[in-house]
């Protein structure tokens, strides 16, 4: 039996990660329980997981002592054990993270006493040093994904030139064993084998086929698509069956603006969403955003600085009103029941009925995280998250293991779910090539 030895990270990252090792031994180190605790207090996603955490201790607590071991669902058992640090070599144990070293200690005690421990952590440095130590590691993989396989929502397919031609007079393509993997909301670009220069845009239905998209391409707040991806975009956005929108792309791609541009549209010209609520996930560096002084529109204005200038740049371009015009004379952008920004760890607990719902740099939260701020959409409301796979500023995430790609994975093939990812950028050649080169 194996023996699995879990960082703080981990239970952070999936508080339901103790129940997925079956006939495993679980080992949590005492370092873990001291460092949950001083985060239970906190008002923010890890404050909230550890909670489940130690719920979830304290029911297992009635089956008998941790410290001896206690029995699991799936066949397994769960134990808190204690080490000191003094077995960690006299080299490495300057470390200035104790808990780090209290947790190897421990690894390597359960090792010597002959166990087949596995070290299960999210940090790849604490990784690294544990296999130099001659521990065998693994970063916490049950919510990977395959980044190379992730979904995009559209593909290219040569067919024959009667395919083309047929699809161009009817509008229509029922069938084909091209289309048997098509999955809901895809688009097809449709690519003449003969011609290469004549293609056809189409979006498959599973109950209807492929469709052809209008040849009036919307332009939701007077915002033109740049590209055929811009263009899928657009149709997923404005749709109103499709409550779950994603849009995965580098900087300059258009995600947002579009994002916004669709948000404007629905809200305040079709009025088919009551507002817009506008969120991204705080990432602290040393303090978090509850420190920062000032109110907490004054906190949030200082990192949703972009969206403000975006909005902005839409109202000129439209050349319809003004931001303050907009939203009925309010002196601030934000200052209206219009538009809302929010963080990520303040909407737990509230329930968000016909509302356009944007979540920015949603690569920066856990499967956890998404799955939580989701069940918070209500009737009628749309929810579309933006990120970029390759811009993670969260340390224990990377492509495949973020919730932005986890709810691709996951939610790809059902009838109110779309995504695009851009693989061109529509800002300055400069910033194209700096996508490119750096």
């Known amino acids: 039996m194996k023996t699995f030895v879990l960082d703080t990270n981990v239970l952070i990252h999936d508080p339901e990660s103790l129940l997925q090792f079956q006939h495993s031994r679980l080992v949590l180190p005492l370092s873990v329980i001291e460092e949950l605790d001083q985060f239970k207090r906190l008002n923010d ?74 070290l299960i952590s999210k940090d790849l440095n604490l990784r690294i040093k ?81 469709t052809m998209l209008p040849s009036t391409q919307a332009r939701p707040w007077g915002i033109k698509p740049l590209n055929v991806q811009q263009r899928f975009a657009i149709e997923l956005l404005l749709d109103k069956e499709v ?70 740049f839409l109202c000129d371009a439209a050349g319809k009103v003004t931001p303050t015009e907009l939203l009925g004379g309010a002196s601030d952008l934000f200052g209206s029941e219009k538009i809302e920004v ?21 690569q920066n939260l856990t499967p956890h995280e998404v799955k939580t701020i ?12 933006t990120g970029d796979l390759y811009q993670i500023d969260n340390p224990y995430l990377d492509a495949s293991s973020n919730g932005l790609s986890y709810l691709v994975d996951r939610f790809k093939g059902q009838k109110l779910f779309g995504a695009v990812k851009f693989d061109k950028t529509e800002r300055s050649t400069l910033a194209a090539l700096a996508n490119e080169l750096l």
Not at 186 to 205: A, C, P, T, Y
């Open 342 to 362: 929010e963080a990520v760890s303040f909407l737990r607990g509230r329930s968000l009925p016909r509302v356009y719902f944007i979540i920015d740099d949603a």
């Open 243 to 312: 409550n779950l929108v994603t849009l995965l792309g580098v900087p300059g791609s258009g995600k947002t603006l579009l994002t916004l541009a669709a948000g404007l549209d629905l809200v305040f010209e079709s009025e088919t969403y009551r507002r817009m609520l506008i969120s991204r996930p705080v990432i602290p560096v040393g303090r978090d955003i509850g420190f920062l002084p000032g109110t907490k529109e004054e906190k949030l204005s200082t990192w949703m600085g972009a969206v403000k200038d975006n909005i902005e």
């Open 130 to 210: 544990a296999e130099v130590l001659g521990l065998e590691t693994e970063d916490y993989e049950r919510e990977k994904v395959p980044i190379q396989d992730l979904y995009k929502g559209w593909k290219e397919v040569l067919v024959e030139q009667e395919v083309i031609d047929h699809f161009f007079k009817t509008h229509l393509i029922k069938e084909g064993e091209w289309m048997k993997n098509l999955l809901a909301n895809e688009f097809v670009i449709l690519k003449s084998k003969e011609n290469g220069s004549q293609s056809g845009l189409g979006r498959f239905r599973p109950e209807v086929g492929l």
């Open 374 to 385: 989701i069940s918070r959409a209500g009737e009628g409301t749309k929810v579309v998250l």
């Open 45 to 118: 996603d890890r404050g909230y997981s550890v909670r489940q955490v130690s719920r979830l201790l304290d029911r297992l607590r009635s089956k008998g002592k941790l410290s001896q071991g206690v029995p699991l669902e799936h066949g397994g058992s769960l134990a808190v054990e204690y080490r000191k640090v003094d077995k960690i070599p006299l080299q490495l144990s300057g470390s200035t993270s104790q808990k780090d070293n209290e947790l190897l200690a421990t690894a390597l005690w359960l090792k010597e006493k002959g166990e087949s421990v596995v």
